[in-house]
């Protein structure tokens, strides 16, 4: 797989991520959740989001649903 | 799939939200056994998805999958190859899973991006599956009716979303 289709890949998903997130949501967290939801967005990587909030997989994954950020895979 | 992928392993990522999908038992049915490593398994607390594993390994549809000492070296190779690499990092339950589909001939399934991405940006020999494999695959066989119905059924049970160029996948599936 060439670099530019994993770029575009993760392009369309950041996109995604960025359109379909709940921003009000994402604003009233504390700190360090809001954070955390912010690099998933840019990311898309679960498990450094889950160190920024210091919560385990399925409870950042939770939160992911909460503030509406679709999985893009 | 050859015999040796008539078993899979599961990650979490794979697990959590699968479980939440009104028709995750076609997964039964399209594997013999799908083992679950016991990191995998630690990092599950509620339900659905600690339920219903806990069901399939009480109905031995799954199986636990304890790591061995030369499994987690493998892993954790994996681990140390992806960094640097343009993909997103590959970490622990991620990488028993790839190491194990690389040892045993599992398919690994995922909707973790870097091990999603790794037999193609790191060339090692492993088949990897996101749901969306799974259902085509189960499409395939007869086992579900119309794909493109529950494709977009397993995005809004699951809050996902396939991209473009799976859509399109689809749509050349289904026309020909």
């Known amino acids: 797989m060439e670099a530019d289709e994993i770029l575009e890949w993760e392009e369309e998903a950041r996109r995604l991520r960025r359109e379909k997130a ?3 949501f994402i604003e009233k967290l504390p700190p360090k959740l ?14 450094a989001a889950q160190q920024i909030a210091g919560m385990d997989f399925e409870d950042i994954r939770e939160l992911i649903r909460k503030a509406k950020i679709p999985i893009v895979l | ?15 959590v939200d699968w479980a939440k999908y009104s028709k995750r038992d076609v997964l039964l049915r399209l594997f013999e056994v799908v083992h679950v490593p016991e990191s995998v398994l630690r990092e599950l607390k509620l339900p659905p998805a600690i339920d219903w594993v806990a069901d399939c390994l009480a109905s031995d549809a799954f199986a636990l999958f304890t790591e061995t000492s030369d499994l987690e070296e493998e892993a954790r190779r994996l681990m140390a190859m992806s960094r640097g690499k343009p993909l997103k990092r590959i970490d622990y339950p991620e990488a028993v899973c790839l190491a194990a589909g690389l040892k045993y001939g599992y398919v690994v399934l995922t909707e973790n991006g870097g091990a999603y991405f790794a037999p193609r940006v790191l060339g090692i020999n492993v088949t990897v599956w996101r749901a969306f494999e799974v259902i085509v695959e189960a499409w395939r066989r007869g ?18 979303l396939f991209r473009r160029r799976d859509w399109e996948y689809v749509w050349r599936l289904t026309r020909s």
């Open chain 1, 34 to 47: 809001k954070a955390a939801l912010k690099y998933y967005i840019e990311t898309g990587d679960i498990r």
């Open chain 2, 1 to 15: 799939m050859s015999r040796a992928s008539r078993e899979a392993i599961a990650d979490t990522s794979f697990l």
């Open chain 1, 22 to 24: 709940d921003w009000e």
């Open chain 2, 143 to 160: 086992l579900v009716e119309n794909l493109a119905v529950e494709l977009e059924r397993y995005e809004g049970e699951t809050f996902h």
